[in-house]
């Protein structure tokens, strides 16, 4: 048991001398904060470039209908941060577009998250993108301008 006596000063009250059998003055206070929730993960921007397989573009043009109308989901969610397709040469005129693959920013909390997000694309299921030449990077962007 602990004893306190204090020494009076005006206003105020303060502690003179503390016997006590621990080695503290005042008693540690533990404060433990508890949540059933997990924190989430945190978020990175990864770079991600895909190119097509050869042959894939009568399958790229016949889909990406289909393909833009499932970005949706992920550009409203923030998931998807820009993206498009990447070309041979530029554009000319009324001459088609010449696509080589896909290069897009998403925001996730790892490549594997990234990686499961593009599996479901419409692009992957009908065998437009070269899964054994993805790149994906961490992303650190310096400026952004919007368009």
């Known amino acids: 048991m602990s004893f306190l006596?204090?020494?009076f000063v005006p206003g105020k009250?303060?502690?003179k001398q503390l016997t006590s059998y621990t080695t503290r003055p005042f008693p540690a206070v533990n404060i433990r904060k508890m949540s059933s929730a997990a924190a989430p993960a945190e978020k990175f921007e990864w770079?991600?470039?895909l190119p097509d397989n050869e042959g894939a573009l009568e399958r790229r043009v016949s889909v990406r209908p289909k393909h833009f109308?499932?970005?949706k989901t992920g550009l409203e969610s923030g998931f998807w941060k820009m993206g498009g397709a990447f070309l041979s040469e530029p554009p000319t005129g009324d001459s088609p577009l010449k696509f080589q693959g896909s290069c897009m920013i998403a925001l996730a909390s790892s490549k594997e998250e990234v990686i499961e997000v593009l599996k479901k694309d419409i692009y992957a299921e009908n065998d437009v993108w070269d899964f054994?030449?993805?790149q994906i990077y961490p992303f650190k962007c310096a400026f952004r301008k919007e368009a």
């Open 13 to 15: 009250l303060y502690p």
């Open 5 to 7: 006596r204090l020494r």
């Open 47 to 49: 770079l991600v470039v």
């Open 132 to 134: 054994s030449k993805i």
């Open 69 to 71: 109308e499932g970005l």
